[in-house]
């Protein structure tokens, strides 16, 4: 697709003319947009993405989610110290794998267990250790900019504190913990500009409690986490159940309204709009734009919800925090194979087997959380400090944002969209500047604004906030 862009504009302050910013960015259908990985929509994977997504081995899945399932019981409080059976040997297995994977980074990743004790809570009945397994890959240029992605090793049975009977636990949620550990596999041997964080995480099934200890510890720190993904249950397009199987499509869970929106903020929002606009559902966008093609594979079905019915993941943990997240999930569930006693009955096989699980499409998923993570990492960080002057009653828009810090930014795209329109359907490249005016009513439009690096890496868009 031609690239309809504006040249870099080079003074601090750009004004255009409407019928010049029209036709410099017509309306673009996702369909067109991806054809060219430019523009308002898609962003075509670069050659170190290809070799990264091919690299991807189903088989290597498939032995991680058989192993895991091997374990008999992962209940977050089954036996830690037994070497064959209970959660202990699971979090010993996973920390030995992420360990020989890191001895391949050249010290770039390291691997801890992250440890704490759980009070008595309605899931929890005696104080309990919970341990996270945590595989940090530094980045090169920007390390303090931090993406992370988690599965959930703990699995459970019918009865939620039944810490003894079989709970192999295959699609919920070995299927993560598999995909987010062949992430670090591969991902361990190339260079990252920004630091990525792949955690399997304990005690999500009594009460997200080992993903609230790592994201606690993120906001203790200060740190700057500009996406979480959380992989809960993408074991399978089957649903084995009679439906017609989706083997290509994965859902993406996302927020509106953020789960930590002050009073203040719900205030603005109310005013201007913006239901569309938070962080995690530009994060939702970005994912799409950037692992929707032939190399995943794989359809990303956005769903503007938090979660899913009567069910919450990981991702809930880091959304309280004010952290941009999302969660990923496989197209349809069956729930006789989730939190199960294994048995059969009236001939239904009830139980979460490995034998319902298809390693073909974990990869595929794993290919599209890749996609989402190298394109973050490798691109400059979300912009700060967006905002669009309100300062007088005027029929032009006022951006005005921070200038990010990574060094290979060469500039800045304004994206907008009609106020009833889902996606960005217009782009304006607008330079390595910090203002810019456009001859467009912001009363008429939603506005955003994305960094762009020097190899056109795109950073997810912010919406600007109303400010004098």
């Given amino acids: 697709m031609t690239d309809h862009r504006e040249k870099p504009i080079s003074s601090r302050r750009a004004f255009l003319t409407a019928s010049a910013a029209v036709a410099a960015t017509p309306v673009l259908g996702a369909r067109a947009a991806h054809a060219g990985g430019r523009g308002a929509h898609g962003q075509s994977p670069d050659r170190q993405l290809r070799a990264l997504l091919r690299e991807i081995d189903p088989n290597r899945i498939g032995a991680i989610v058989t192993r895991l399932a091997a374990f008999g019981t992962r209940h977050t409080l089954s036996a830690q110290d037994d070497p064959a059976r209970g959660i202990g040997a699971a979090r010993d297995w996973i920390?030995?794998?992420?360990?020989?994977?890191?001895?391949?980074?050249?010290?770039?990743?390291?691997?801890?267990?992250?440890?704490?004790?759980?009070?008595?809570?309605?899931?929890?009945?005696?104080?309990?250790?919970?341990?996270?397994?945590?595989?940090?890959?530094?980045?090169?240029?920007?390390?303090?900019?931090?993406?992370?992605?988690?599965?959930?090793?703990?699995?459970?049975?019918?009865?939620?504190?039944?810490?003894?009977?079989?709970?192999?636990?295959?699609?919920?949620?070995?299927?993560?913990?598999?995909?987010?550990?062949?992430?670090?596999?591969?991902?361990?041997?190339?260079?990252?500009?920004?630091?990525?964080?792949?955690?399997?995480?304990?005690?999500?099934?009594?009460?997200?409690?080992?993903?609230?200890?790592?994201?606690?510890?993120?906001?203790?720190?200060?740190?700057?986490?500009?996406?979480?993904?959380?992989?809960?249950?993408?074991?399978?397009?089957?649903?084995?159940?009679?439906?017609?199987?989706?083997?290509?499509?994965?859902?993406?869970?996302?927020?509106?309204?953020?789960?930590?929106?002050?009073?203040a903020e719900a205030t603005v929002r109310k005013s201007v709009g913006g239901e569309n606009d938070g962080p995690s559902r530009q994060l939702g966008r970005f994912v799409r734009d950037v692992a929707e093609n032939p190399q995943t594979g794989m359809k990303v079905r956005v769903i503007w919800r938090r979660d899913r019915y009567l069910r919450g993941s990981d991702h809930i943990s880091f959304l309280l925090r004010g952290y941009p997240a999302a969660r990923l999930t496989e197209p349809r569930e069956n729930f006789a194979h989730e939190h199960q006693d294994v048995r059969v009955e009236n001939g239904i096989q009830y139980g979460d087997l490995v034998e319902f699980c298809d390693f073909k499409y974990i990869a595929r998923v794993a290919r599209v959380n890749a996609a989402a993570l190298w394109s973050l990492a490798q691109a400059p960080g979300t912009p700060k400090g967006v905002v669009i002057d309100t300062t007088q009653l005027t029929n032009e828009t006022t951006l005005r944002w921070q200038r990010g810090t990574s060094p290979d930014l060469t500039g800045y795209e304004v994206v907008w969209r009609e106020t009833t329109a889902p996606d960005w359907t217009n782009v304006l490249a607008v330079g390595d500047v910090t203002t810019v005016t456009i001859d467009l009513s912001k009363d008429n439009v939603f506005f955003g604004v994305r960094a762009v690096d020097r190899d056109g890496h795109r950073s997810p868009v912010a919406a600007p906030l109303p400010a004098g």
């Avoid at 992250?114 to 397994?133: D, L």
């Avoid at 959930?152 to 299927?175: F, I, Q």
């Avoid at 009679?242 to 993406?252: A, E, I, W, Y």
């Fill in 95 to 263: 920390f030995e794998q992420l360990t020989t994977y890191a001895a391949a980074s050249g010290g770039r990743m390291t691997v801890e267990l992250q440890s704490f004790i759980q009070p008595v809570s309605p899931r929890v009945p005696v104080p309990t250790r919970i341990t996270n397994v945590v595989a940090t890959l530094r980045g090169d240029t920007d390390p303090d900019r931090v993406y992370v992605v988690t599965g959930h090793y703990d699995s459970r049975a019918t009865d939620v504190l039944d810490a003894t009977s079989d709970a192999p636990g295959a699609d919920d949620d070995a299927s993560g913990v598999a995909a987010i550990m062949e992430l670090a596999r591969v991902m361990a041997t190339r260079h990252t500009e920004a630091t990525v964080v792949f955690a399997a995480v304990a005690a999500e099934e009594q009460g997200l409690y080992g993903s609230d200890y790592l994201a606690q510890q993120f906001k203790n720190a200060g740190t700057d986490v500009q996406a979480m993904f959380s992989n809960d249950i993408v074991g399978t397009g089957d649903a084995h159940d009679g439906s017609s199987p989706d083997p290509r499509t994965v859902r993406l869970f996302v927020e509106g309204v953020p789960t930590a929106e002050t009073a």
